[in-house]
């Protein structure tokens, strides 16, 4: 059973901020939203973890509603080197096994 | 910031042979996790190795799989027969364990021929 679902792909232009949704309707009590970043050939980073509400960092926002069915990765004014492949993940501090969707594959275009 | 380092980056063996790959976890780290990606598809989990034990392990991680640490340092994934479907892109992370990120390091591209 899937437990994070993403659209597949999505484009924007150098400029625009992009929002990324994230369903994920069975989501435990004790989960954490994580999301990473990854660029071809290279290893997942991360961007941005919480728990509910809003958090936001250097290079991103997460919002979360109040029944944490979904997430929202927010990238303000994004770049040509935004384009990459965004996973978001749930899990909590007892699990060992952090899965990967399929990610959704942002494209950037001038 | 602080680096999971892979080596090698590249390797390749004939079906049949036995591959080590090798991570330098983040010193402080406690958690350390295997991961693959075969082209163009998604990163999948292998295992997860926490206190000198397999903590959680995937369908993939078979009897030819075993992971190790043999120093206070290196955290070796050992295939013992490769196959053609071993063919990925080999990921290793660490975290300290406290729900924090997980770092990985820049992989090691497998070719099985």
């Known amino acids: 059973l899937a437990k994070t679902t993403q659209p597949i792909s999505m484009d924007s232009y150098e400029g625009q901020e992009v929002n990324i949704t994230c369903s994920h309707n069975n989501i435990a009590t004790n989960d954490y939203i994580t999301w990473y970043q990854q660029f071809p050939s290279q290893g997942p980073r991360f961007i941005i973890q919480g728990y509910k509400t809003k958090v936001t960092n250097e290079v991103a926002s997460l919002f979360i509603p109040a029944d944490r069915k979904s997430s929202t990765l927010s990238l303000p004014r994004v770049s040509l080197s935004d384009t990459a492949v965004y996973y978001c993940?749930?899990?909590?501090?007892?699990?060992?096994?952090?899965?990967f969707g399929t990610g959704t594959r942002l494209q950037v275009f001038p | 910031e602080p680096e999971v380092t892979q080596t090698p980056s590249h390797q390749v063996t004939q079906m049949g042979q036995e591959v080590i790959l090798r991570c330098v976890p983040i010193?402080?780290?406690?958690?350390f996790y295997w991961y693959r990606q075969i082209l163009g598809q998604k990163v999948e989990f292998l295992v997860s190795?926490?206190?000198?034990?397999?903590?959680?392990k995937s369908e993939i991680f078979d009897d030819q799989f075993s992971v190790e640490r043999p120093d206070g340092s290196n955290f070796t994934l050992k295939i013992r027969s490769t196959k053609l479907e071993d063919s990925a892109m080999y990921f290793c992370a660490s975290e300290t364990g406290n729900n924090e990120k997980l770092f990985f390091g820049s992989g090691t591209q497998l070719s099985v021929l």
């Open positions: 010193s402080n780290h406690l958690y």
């Open positions: 993940l749930v899990g909590d501090d007892n699990t060992d096994k952090l899965i």
């Open positions: 190795f926490y206190n000198n034990e397999i903590s959680e």
